[in-house]
């Protein structure tokens, strides 16, 4: 079946310690979305690739970047987790612009623990 | 700009019970309207989507969604309520002019007693 994956599922660092967690596709969408979100709220965007081209939102830290190697992948980094980078984030794939109203598919989410 | 108002952070029902989750939102003209389903510790699903046309829509689980352009909503519904249920809903709006970013409400759960 076609489908986002994510890994890890869980991951555990240490506080400055840089993570990377990464994101497939095999529903070759054009676009790929990284979500942050903390316990009881709303899936925070934090930047999305459209093809290659990269958009981060204005208010999403320097300590995280992404790269896009390829269609298929694409990875968050951060690059000195603080306590509060402790979240579930979410990967998310979409069509694209006028195809179907584009509808989103997520992965399971990597829940980051910061120690 | 569009926006999404959900205005219940919890409803709680017994189950078997009929639910029914508001959702409203604002935008210049008729947007895409999306309801996604997130169970404990895991992502989003699609429960249901709006483009055009018919205003009652059906997804999976036996939930359904009725637009009404009148009153900017799009509220979720289902007649009998399971206990596996249970969950975080989310509505989501992508405005119908050439955007591809979806604006989220901030969420109800849903409380099943049994």
């Known amino acids: 079946d076609a489908m986002v994956i994510q890994n890890p599922r869980y991951q555990v660092t240490q506080f400055g310690k840089p993570v990377t967690l990464s994101c497939s596709q095999t529903l070759n969408h054009n676009v790929m979305y990284w979500y942050q979100q903390k316990s009881s709220q709303a899936p925070k965007l934090l930047f999305h690739?459209?093809?290659?081209?990269?958009?981060n939102e204005a208010d999403t830290p320097d300590n995280f970047q992404s790269r896009r190697p390829n269609t298929s992948f694409c990875f968050l980094d951060i690059r000195s987790p603080g306590l509060g980078d402790a979240a579930m984030y979410l990967c998310?794939?979409?069509?694209?612009?006028?195809?179907?109203?584009?509808?989103?598919?997520f992965g399971p989410g990597t829940r980051l623990t910061v120690l | 700009a569009q926006s999404v108002t959900q205005p219940d952070i919890h409803i709680t029902v017994s189950e078997g019970a009929s639910l029914e989750l508001r959702c409203n939102y604002s935008y210049g003209a008729t947007p895409y309207l999306f309801w996604y389903v997130q169970s404990p510790g895991q992502g989003l699903q699609l429960l249901l989507k709006y483009f055009s046309g018919d205003t009652l829509v059906q997804g999976i689980k036996g939930f359904e969604a009725e637009f009404k352009r009148s009153q900017s909503s799009f509220n979720l519904r289902k007649p009998s309520v399971h206990w596996s249920d249970a969950a975080e809903y989310f509505c989501?709006?992508?405005?119908?002019?050439?955007?591809?970013?979806?604006?989220f409400g901030r969420g109800t759960s849903l409380i099943v007693h049994p």
């Open positions: 690739y459209y093809d290659k081209d990269f958009n």
């Open positions: 998310a794939t979409s069509p694209g612009r006028g195809r179907g109203g584009n509808e989103q598919f």
């Open positions: 989501a709006v992508v405005g119908s002019g050439g955007s591809y970013i979806p604006t």
